[in-house]
């Protein structure tokens, strides 16, 4: 089975502290998690009358594919209370993102937020990602 090396971008506005670790926790039991990037705290974005957010990433080992992780994580902010509604820049317990693939950056709106782009080069510094 091929091990995919994957960054996934961490975000929450709603008890963030809690739902961080519980995503993380989570994150660990079912993956080989690498490495934890510092969280920082971001202003939201397009819906601006709501509390800030706390953003980070995940480094993690994953024998999943691309779709399978997909929807792991889908089901897992599902867990942790998030609920899909019409406004996509809402508040929310935990957003979790694929963002790097196998040293791919597989999510364009890494290059347009610095807080990605940071959490990216500290956990993969390798990769050097800069704003485009």
Not at 4 to 9: C, D, W
Not at 86 to 100: A, K, Q, S, T
Request: with cysteine.
């Amino acid at each position: 089975m091929k091990i995919n090396k994957v960054v996934i971008g961490v975000g929450s506005n709603i008890d963030p502290g809690k739902n961080i670790e519980e995503a993380k926790n989570a994150v660990a039991n079912h993956h080989n998690l690498i490495k934890v990037s510092s969280f920082i705290e971001t202003e939201p974005i397009g819906c601006k009358s709501q509390d800030k957010f706390l953003n980070g990433a995940f480094l993690i080992e994953t024998e999943m594919d691309t779709p399978t992780l997909k929807s792991w994580l889908k089901n897992l902010e599902y867990k942790l209370g998030r609920v899909k509604t019409e406004n996509i820049n809402g508040p929310r317990p935990i957003d979790l993102d694929i963002i790097v693939w196998n040293s791919e950056v597989v999510d364009s709106e890494v290059y347009e937020r610095k807080f990605l782009i940071n959490s990216i080069n500290e956990v993969l510094p390798e990769l050097k990602i800069s704003q485009q």
